[in-house]
């Protein structure tokens, strides 16, 4: 075999090496994660988790109220349809 047969074979080849490694690294560093973010493992206070919100007994008791008034005001008008 000719010498510069083989070194053209072995350009070709760490030709074709050099876009593998790239392509690879491209997918690592160019490409954002997304979907679900992964599961803390071991020590939770690590990451200051956001405060949950929550509802004041009053804003709790309107509420209560007004669905109350929606599902009396549905029974009646099912009542009357029937």
């Known amino acids: 075999m000719d010498i510069q047969n083989v070194v053209s ?9 050099d876009r593998a490694i790239a392509a690879l ?7 954002a994660r997304r979907g679900r973010p992964p599961k803390i ?3 939770t ?6 405060a ?5 007994l009053a804003a709790r008791k ?10 009396a005001q549905n029974r009646r008008s099912t009542a009357s349809a029937a």
């Open 62 to 71: 309107r509420i209560s109220e007004a669905m109350k008034k929606r599902w």
């Open 25 to 31: 690294q491209g997918m690592r560093v160019g490409s």
């Open 52 to 56: 949950r919100r929550s509802m004041s």
């Open 9 to 17: 074979e072995l350009k070709k080849q760490r030709d074709l090496l």
């Open 45 to 50: 206070n690590v990451i200051a988790m956001p």
């Open 41 to 43: 493992q071991g020590n």
